[in-house]
């Protein structure tokens, strides 16, 4: 049989299909209706199809086919060879591909709405992650399995019943309350419609996305009919932080649930970030142990600290390193701006009777445009340029050289203007 995937310059030209080789095999197979042979059983060890082989799991079966190929005089060269796998990323585990029956919610036939959306009615910074979440669902080559054959998770809450002849109908309770039917008895709307009385619980769970897809919904208050913000503020009142690595599940699966419920994008904002990593760049996870506890930092330093390391190392859409420096640095900026109130604070408050000075006029320029590009950026969901706009002026414009160079007028004025309490004549150009 000829097939598009098949690469004629490589090889023989012709392309061996092992029915779960992967997930590309198994598209070809489903795609040509090739016959299917199942041969691993879901505990991961081979049935009778195997035969001799039979009752053994996949790694010990490798084994023993190996030892009889030698004995058979049949295994003519052993080498070890690099090949491209699907593994488990928490055990390190190869996958295996085993056939199950799913809930599947359709997605396909809404592609190209679904993009449209995207691009037109939502706002995604920074704006090159739009075109990943838009790439994604282009790349959509089959729907959304939503159940998943796992001990925890949300329970899918159907109940089956099964007639004389076998066969099972599904029946969902009335909304409203949390069902296990796995455990619970079915509620009485259920046990009417089932004849024969013979019901079986769904002992199934939700795919974690199928949930957490809707938790915008849930956040507006929609379930506390006391309290429906859900009206006013949906969709264009709405952001959703999150980071880039969950772009073509979090937010792709609240995408879809908004459409297929609303006909609209499920929030006008995404404000993307990157991913904290530790301070030699790697992604934190407790099987490395090398997760950052953020309490003793925020003890020794003080939270506001924390919160400028964390805004002034965070480029918007890009990853950030932990950084205990940065973090003392953010302490000691605080302290800086405390002391700068202080100082300030001590001087009189002057509202007329006053000339400004060209130094005056100049750092007034410049903090006004510090606020303007604080503005803009904060417009944008960034805080990064912010942080570091108001650290560099305010640390090393400021007070580096402006509170330096008005000390002196300013003590002067100060004295000035006591004796002018006293009547001495002061100076109104001092006084500024």
Known sequence: MSHPSVKPDFGTGLEMISTFGDTRDLMVVNELKLPMKIVVNPDGTLNELAGKYKGLNVREAREVIIKDLQEAGLLIKRKPLRHTIPICWRCKTPIEIIVTKEYFLKQLQFKDELVRLVQNEMIIKPTEYAQTLVDWIKSLEFDWPISRRRYYGTEIPIWYCI??????????????????????????????????????????????????????????????????????????????????????????????????????PPFKYVRISGMGLDEKGEAMHKSKGNIIDP??????????????????????????????????????????????????????????????????????????????????????????????????????????????????????????????????????????
């Open 163 to 264: 007639d004389d002849e076998g066969n099972a109908k599904p029946i969902v309770p009335k909304p409203g309350k949390y069902y296990r039917p796995w455990k619970d008895d079915p509620p009485p709307e259920v046990k009417e419609q089932c004849p024969s009385g013979k019901l079986v619980g769904e002992d199934r769970v939700l795919d974690t996305w199928f949930d957490s897809s809707i938790s915008w919904i849930y956040a507006t208050g929609y379930t506390k009919p006391n309290i429906r913000v859900f009206e006013r503020v949906y969709p264009h009142s709405i952001l959703r932080p999150q980071g880039y690595d969950i772009i073509r599940t979090w937010l792709y699966y609240s995408v879809v649930r908004a459409y297929l419920l609303y006909g609209k």
């Open 295 to 432: 309490i003793p930092p925020v003890e020794k330093y003080g939270a506001d600290a924390a919160r400028f390391w964390a805004a002034a190392s965070a480029k918007l859409g890009s990853d950030y390193r932990y950084s205990e420096q940065l973090i003392r640095t953010g302490h000691d900026f605080a302290v800086k701006l405390w002391n700068i109130a202080r100082f300030v604070s001590s001087f009189p408050e002057v509202n007329d009777n006053y000339e400004l000075t060209p130094l005056d006029l100049m750092i007034l320029a410049k903090s006004n445009e510090v606020v303007r590009d604080s503005l803009n950026a904060y417009n944008e969901f960034d805080v990064y340029v912010p942080a570091n706009t108001l650290y560099d002026f305010t640390w090393h414009v400021f007070a580096d050289h402006y509170l330096e160079a008005v000390k002196s007028r300013l003590i002067i004025g100060m004295v000035y203007s006591r004796r002018s309490s006293r009547g001495v004549p002061g100076s109104r150009y001092i006084r500024s």
